[in-house]
């Protein structure tokens, strides 16, 4: 059934440039290198690339074709396809909804930093900081500017999805996307003719499969999760985006064009970020989740000079647009989703008015994101406490205790505010105070509060349910139709058959686990 009253996108470049924005997003830019840099380069490569072809594949051609075959959005789709499962689709609006209200603090994060090197670049310094190293430290304790930049970014978000698909989405990523890719290009050449950057590419591209042998565990739930996150899979997003490609459109090639370039967008920025710490941080690789805001900060500051700030300003645009693409695909499946309903209902769809509601309900949901200081808390400063210090599930210290539990793990608070572990067989020492960490990573700060609802829970448990509801109840032969609505035949069907049927349900409770062990480890 056609639905006329809902617009789509003008082509398939088109189509393909949205949906590659919504996967390319911080997940690549950050996520990638930094669980690639802590998991042992080149395994974690390797890993990933078989699960996104096994796993990841599927699960976006199974969306893309629940999108076009219903031309709905999640909750509608899956109403329309099967009234049993109407709460998948609750769940894959629900989902973008909690993604936002982290991802648009960082999105605003990254703005405030572009705009300073664009500035720095004509001399003015507006990091509000001696030496621009310092300036994350200072910045994400302080509120004001944190809920501003979350506000703007959030605005241009707005604005966009009012625009409309054509309007608004198409016309920003088809310039947008293609721009992404020539900065990255310009990024890496220069990354790659300093000195010592080589050290980057061994790491990367090294064949040393070692780590797998070490923690093969601890690598695939990681690769896992970071590749489900970086398709944008489980989300409604592409669901959504779906609903808007074109029954001519050859939806099967479109879907691997989106993963293969989602992938190609991580690993270039993986080259620059590995052969930068190499070059200009003594090859630390392990900067975690401070990477993106720190490291890479420190990188640009050790570059120097103007080609320092100007790389530094490519850099955080770049990711930017990365990030915005992104959001704003989260945005559009949230709106999409009160606009089918409103054309379910015979009413005229408000799609500006919609997407400004929703905006200010992400907006006040972000606020404790932006002003817990990203985990600082009020200890440290923080116009909010983080979960942890509002629950009471901070470091404990380990009272009363007068000897060693030989299976609990203590440790110690050093001068500079970090806990070490207290090696086994050490002698217990009555002057020390010892701390017991009680501390999981959905507690520390409210972002990776909001993840784990969101990356942690809902996207996997929606995706593992669907891929198993196409393999065993409505079968591939669905998927085959779709695809060949466009006159295309199906490649690779008993292929993709048992990826629904047993690898893509498997591989997503690979996800879960790794998801609930990294949170609350489980
Ligand atoms: N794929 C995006 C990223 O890598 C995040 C995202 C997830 C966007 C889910 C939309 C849906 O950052």
Known sequence: ?????????????????????????????????????????????????ILAAFVGLAVMIGEHVIGRKTGMSPIAAYRKISK????????????????????????????????????????????????????????????????????????????IVCGGVGGGIEKFCNVGMPCLFVILIIVIVYVAVQPGAVGGYQFMFGLNIDPLKEDFLKVLKTAAGQMFFSLSLGMGAMITYGSYMSKKEHLQRNAVIVVVMDTLAAIMAGMIVMPACYAFLEGNTRGGPGLLFDSMQAVFYNMGGFIGDLMGFLFYFLV?????????????????????????????????????????????????????????????GAALPTPAELFGLDWAEAEGIKGFDK?????????????????????????????????????????????????GIIMPVGAMIMAFAIGWIWKIDMVKEEIEASGTKMWGKTFFNICYKVITPLGMIVVLYGQLSEFFGI
């Open 1 to 49: 059934m056609e639905n006329t009253n809902r617009e789509g996108f003008g082509s398939s470049f088109a189509f393909i440039m949205a949906a590659v924005g919504s996967a390319v997003g911080l997940g690549n830019i950050w996520g990638f290198p930094y669980k690639m840099g802590s998991n042992g380069g080149f395994a974690f490569l390797l890993i990933y690339l």
């Open 84 to 159: 049993k499962f109407t709460w998948l689709g609750y769940m894959a609006v629900i989902a973008p909804f909690v993604i936002l209200c982290f991802y648009m603090v960082l999105g605003g994060m990254v703005m405030r930093y572009a705009c300073s090197y664009l500035t720095a670049m004509i001399g003015w310094n507006t990091w509000g900081v001696e030496t621009a190293t310092d300036f994350y430290g200072a910045f994400r304790i302080n509120g004001v500017q944190m809920v501003l930049w979350t506000v703007i970014f959030i605005a241009i978000n707005t604005a």
């Open 320 to 380: 930017f647009i990365a990030a915005i693409s992104s959001s704003m695909s989260l945005l559009e499946a949230i709106t999409a989703t009160k606009i089918d309903s409103d054309i379910a209902k015979g009413k005229a769809p408000k799609r500006r008015i919609t997407a400004l509601v929703f905006s200010i309900i992400i907006l006040i949901f972000c606020l404790p994101t932006a002003l817990d200081g990203i985990g600082m808390g009020t200890a440290n």
């Open 407 to 455: 299976d609990t793990t203590y440790y110690t608070l050093g001068e500079d505010g970090a806990y070490t572990a207290v090696e086994k067989g050490t002698a217990f020492d009555e002057s020390t105070t010892y701390y017991l960490n009680t501390t999981k990573t959905w507690n520390d700060c409210w972002l990776d509060f909001y993840d784990v609802i969101s990356e």
